[in-house]
């Protein structure tokens, strides 16, 4: 098992890398100890960086002593093999079995969500212009709010009751839709989106991609 001195999480932007957020704030809402280390692509010496600590040149990247885990999902489930106790995944095996199908869909899907809509967390009634497609990715990601929170979320606010790395893979979504779509007056969404964007390491997040911006400024 790796220490705490050997955990090291290699992210991007705050502001702007959703990927990074991910894995991180399933560390952070695991309580686990990790030194984070901020890489900003874009630069040459941030590529040059990137390329010497990660195998795809990408982030985030969990490095733990000699071993090296890249990919935001698969950190979630190195660290969820490590500590099952934790419960990033649910107990429950139908529920859980949801929470990777809904969390693998996030991963591989939602193209045009991320193309219209990037992750800019500090910004604030931004309007992109929409397509027939960005509202079909936004009906899917309802749809799957309201299942999750309908069948499994009896246990507490999040889309399985408790926090799980399915929650960890939307919140990126829920500042995208704080920046972009603002208030949809569905109790389901909007308190959904409240309840991630006002999670402590959310907020502990959004002043280290505020204090990003303000430097860069």
């Not at 955990?7 to 990790?34: C, D, E, T, V």
């Not at 246990?155 to 208030?183: E, I, K």
Request: net charge negative.
């Amino acid at each position: 098992m790796a220490s705490r001195r050997t955990r090291i999480l290699i992210i991007g932007s705050k502001n702007f890398s959703s990927w990074s957020l991910r894995a991180w704030l399933a560390l952070k809402a695991a309580n686990l100890p990790f030194e984070e280390r901020v890489v900003l692509p874009g630069t040459p010496r941030g590529e040059d960086d990137l390329l010497s600590l990660s195998p795809t040149g990408l982030v985030p990247c969990l490095m733990e002593g000699d071993l090296i885990v890249w990919d935001s999902l698969a950190i979630i489930e190195h660290v969820a093999d490590l500590f099952p106790d934790l419960g990033l995944w649910p107990q429950d095996r139908s529920a859980r079995a949801v929470a990777r199908s809904v969390s693998a869909e996030m991963h591989s899907g939602f193209k045009t969500l991320r193309d219209i809509w990037p992750m800019n967390f500090t910004a604030r009634g931004l309007t992109e212009h929409g397509s027939p497609a960005l509202e079909r990715d936004i009906a899917r990601i309802d749809a799957i709010w309201r299942d999750c929170r309908e069948r499994f979320g009896q246990g507490g606010p999040f889309l399985f009751g408790q926090f799980s790395a399915a929650d960890a893979m939307f919140a990126p979504v829920a500042s995208r839709f704080t920046t972009y779509r603002g208030a949809t007056n569905d109790p389901v969404i909007d308190d959904y989106v409240a309840t991630l964007m006002d999670m402590k390491p959310m907020r502990e997040w959004a002043e280290g991609a505020a204090a990003e911006m303000a430097r860069a400024a």
